[in-house]
């Protein structure tokens, strides 16, 4: 499965326009966690996703992520799950440009 963030952005030789990500609506099949001692978005990727590359995604569904990829100790952490419905979302993003 490709789920790159950057797959529906337009670029411009070396300039890229802004990437609109889909909104991340709660559903039934969300798992929820409370955080641990050094956890970090790219760790719990890999751990839930088997892929370091979606940390995007929790960051997005937790509002975390604006400069590091550590994570607060104790929070809820939503996990979007499964990931297959992002696609959906991400091209439906790219069509209302």
């Given at each position: 499965?490709?789920?790159?963030?950057?797959?529906?952005?337009?670029s411009?030789?070396d300039?890229?326009?802004?990437?609109r990500?889909p909104?991340?609506?709660?559903?039934s099949?969300?798992?929820?966690?409370?955080?641990?001692?050094?956890?970090?978005?790219?760790?719990?990727?890999?751990?839930?996703?088997k892929?370091?590359?979606?940390w995007w995604?929790?960051?997005?569904?937790?509002?975390?992520?604006?400069?590091?990829?550590?994570?607060?100790?104790?929070?809820?952490?939503?996990i979007p799950?499964?990931?297959?419905?992002l696609?959906?979302?991400?091209?439906?993003?790219e069509?209302?440009?």
């Open positions: 499965m490709s789920l790159n963030r950057y797959q529906y952005t337009k411009n030789l300039r890229y326009s802004t990437t990500y909104s991340l609506q709660k559903r099949t969300d798992l929820y966690i409370i955080s641990r001692d050094q956890d970090r978005l790219d760790l719990l990727s890999n751990e839930f996703y892929d370091p590359r979606y995604v929790l960051a997005k569904a937790n509002n975390l992520g604006k400069g590091s990829l550590d994570v607060p100790v104790g929070i809820q952490l939503r799950f499964p990931l297959e419905d696609t959906t979302g991400l091209r439906a993003a069509d209302n440009k």
